[in-house]
């Protein structure tokens, strides 16, 4: 059973940078595609980005295209969002998933339902 744990949420002022780190224990952790989503209160779950087990091909939201930047470090099992100029708009619960056998193109690299492991989320509010 693979196991995801965020961390990195915070409050923050608009136009800030801030990192999130998703940690996952129970697997091995190169097997799996990477992917991370946001939720905002009383909304959906909404894709951010997400990265292919060699951490070679990322896919990103238009919302959060050239301001979020997703990498992995394999030998540290663990899979970063790396956000600036952030926005109110990108406050939310921020989620990482992971899967084994997604087909690692959109639409199915940006869809919940392809994703089998998720951790509990991290917040991030962006408040000025």
């Known amino acids: 059973q693979v196991q995801l744990v965020e961390s990195g949420g915070d409050t923050v002022q608009p136009g800030d940078s801030l990192r999130l780190a998703c940690v996952t224990s129970g697997g091995t952790f190169s097997d799996y595609h990477m992917g991370w989503f946001r939720r905002a209160p009383g909304e959906e779950e909404e894709f951010v980005g997400a990265?292919?087990?060699?951490?070679?091909?990322?896919f990103y939201a238009d919302s959060v295209k050239g301001r979020f930047t997703i990498s992995r470090d394999n030998a540290k099992n663990t899979v970063y969002l790396q956000m600036s100029g952030l926005k109110q708009e990108d406050t939310g619960l921020y989620l990482c998933?992971?899967?084994?056998?997604?087909?690692?193109?959109?639409?199915?690299?940006?869809?919940?339902?392809?994703?089998?492991?998720w951790g509990q989320g991290t917040q991030v509010t962006v408040s000025s």
């Open positions: 990265i292919n087990w060699r951490g070679d091909t990322t």
């Open positions: 998933a992971a899967d084994q056998d997604l087909i690692f193109s959109p639409p199915y690299s940006s869809s919940r339902i392809h994703y089998e492991y």
